[in-house]
Nanobody, 122 residues
Framework: QVQLVESGGGLVQSGGSLRLSCAAS??????LGWFRQAPGKDREFVSS????????NYADSVKGRFTISRDNAKNTVYLQMNNLKPEDTAVYYC?????????????????WGRGTQVTVSS
């Protein structure tokens, strides 16, 4: 049974940092990614990592502030979020692809976690 379990969300002040974790189990994946969804908005791509070669991708809105990484031994992907802004407030979801596909389209991910809330106060 495939499971993606996120953790690490919370409330932080503007300019602060958080690290999200996603523990993946049940099979191997080609790509792991992070998406977010704010109230009243569509789910949007944040970042992804190729599980084999480690290539990473970022949304323009988070480049230079967020870093995605993985620990293959633990089958876990992390999202280090620095210099957080109120507009980063959202539910953050971990997602996985069985086979490599375009990295920024939510519909091309096969598995999803339940999400973790990130709230950034001004």
């Amino acid at each position: 049974q495939v499971q993606l379990v996120e953790s690490g969300g919370g409330l932080v002040q503007s300019g602060g940092s958080l690290r999200l974790s996603c523990a993946a189990s049940g099979r191997t994946f080609s790509r792991l990614g992070w998406f977010r969804q704010a109230p009243g908005k569509d789910r949007e791509f944040v970042s992804s990592i190729n599980c084999s070669i480690g290539n990473t991708n970022y949304a323009d809105s988070v480049k230079g502030r967020f870093t995605i990484s993985r620990d293959n031994a633990k089958n876990t992907v992390y999202l280090q979020m620095n210099n957080l802004k109120p507009e980063d407030t959202a539910v953050y979801y971990c997602a996985a692809q069985r086979y490599l596909n375009a990295y920024s389209h939510a519909r091309l991910y096969d598995y999803w976690g339940r999400g973790t809330q990130v709230t950034v106060s001004s």
